[in-house]
């Protein structure tokens, strides 16, 4: 069993709908990343959490510690928001990723 | 799903010696690997991306020639911190894009450096 499980995998919306993305974990953590990778780049942090909610502009990420549960929604969304979008926990010394949901926005 | 492994885990060095980071791909090919660190209590940061025969591309503000990239196979790129110092205590993150499954990454456990 994985400690980090996002869902959905694989997600397609029209421009402008408003999209969710869920992750879930087992263990105990210090802080929350959500990461994000367009195509053919690297990973671009997007948010670091610990505990309420952060908001940047479309995106909004949110944190609920004592369900182990993190979603990362955007507003308004963009084709230019197409990418995959990876949950990450710090436990510890260690990371653990989910696997990344695969967002494809289209015009 | 696919494995990434890091060595070591965690190391403990002087300053001014060097450290070398393993990351391997154990069961799949990886054309691309990239490398990250993180500071205390901040976010991911990328410094660099190592394609398998080539240089590494590093990131704005990264010295390549303090932090030395090899990507000698498909399966291993390795970062050196040269004449290490207090100051590049951190964790050390890489991750590795399959050959088959492109912009799908897989993500190593993290390598802690502590320079006294």
């Known amino acids: 069993k994985n400690e980090v499980e996002q869902s959905p995998q694989n997600l397609t919306a029209q421009e402008g709908e408003f999209i969710t993305i869920n992750c879930s974990y087992s263990v105990g953590i210090s802080a929350l990343h959500w990461l994000q990778q367009h195509p053919g780049g690297g990973i671009v942090s997007l948010f670091m959490l610990s505990s309420g909610k952060k908001k940047h502009g479309r995106l909004i990420a949110t944190i609920n510690i004592q369900e182990k549960h993190s979603s990362l929604h955007i507003t308004a969304s963009h084709p230019r928001d197409s990418a995959v979008y990876i949950c990450a926990v710090e436990a510890g010394n260690q990371f653990y990723f989910g696997t990344g949901t695969s967002l494809t926005v289209i015009p | 799903g696919a494995v990434v492994s890091q060595h070591p885990s965690w190391v403990i060095c002087k300053s001014g010696t060097s450290v070398k980071i393993e990351c391997r791909s154990l069961?799949?090919?990886?054309?691309?690997m990239f490398w990250y660190r993180q500071f205390p209590k901040q976010s991911l940061m990328l410094m660099a991306t190592s394609n398998e025969g080539s240089k590494a591309t590093y990131e704005q503000g990264v010295e390549k020639d303090k932090f030395l990239i090899n990507h000698a196979s498909l399966t291993l790129s390795t970062l050196t911190v040269t004449s290490a110092h207090p100051e590049d205590s951190s964790f050390y993150i890489c991750s590795a894009e399959g050959l088959v499954i492109r912009n799908e990454q897989f993500f190593g456990p993290g390598t802690r450096l502590t320079v006294l």
């Open positions: 069961d799949f090919q990886a054309t691309t």
